[in-house]
C-alpha cells in the first residue's frame, strides 16, 4: 500500500537503503541527547570566555564570542533550556543582544 509505506518514518535519511523505522521515541531521545551536549559545552563556554575561577559572564560576551556563535543555532534557546534546568541562572524570562549585554 502506497499510503503506508509514505507514513513510515526513516531516520536518518541517508540510511533509507536500510529501511530502518524510527519511533518517536527514537526521535525524541535523539533530540534529547543532542540538547544534553548542547547544555553541557554552553556550560564549558560559559567557563571559558569568563574570569578565570568564575562560572559567569556576561551575555554580551557569551554571545559576541566567535565559537558560541558558530556553534549554537539559538543560543537564547539553549540559555533558556539550560535556566529551566537551573544548570545556569539570570534575571529575566529572556536575554536579547544590545538590551541585555550587561547581564550575567
Known amino acids: ?29 535523539e533530540q534529547e541527547s543532542r540538547l544534553e551536549a548542547e547544555l553541557q559545552q554552553l556550560l564549558k563556554d560559559i567557563r571559558r570566555i569568563g574570569e578565570q575561577g ?4 556576561k551575555f554580551g560576551e557569551l554571545f559576541d564570542d566567535d ?4 556553534y ?3 543560543l537564547v534557546g539553549t540559555l533558556k533550556s539550560a535556566k529551566k534546568r537551573k544548570l545556569i541562572d539570570f534575571k529575566g524570562q529572556m536575554l536579547l543582544k544590545g538590551a541585555h549585554d550587561n547581564v550575567i
Open 54 to 57: 568564575k562560572p559567569e559572564v
Open 1 to 29: 500500500n502506497p499510503n503506508t509505506k509514505a507514513s513510515k518514518l526513516k531516520w536518518p535519511p541517508e540510511e533509507e537503503s536500510e529501511n530502518k523505522i524510527v519511533t518517536s521515541d527514537d526521535i525524541i531521545n
Open 67 to 70: 565559537k558560541v556563535a558558530n
Open 72 to 74: 549554537y543555532e539559538a
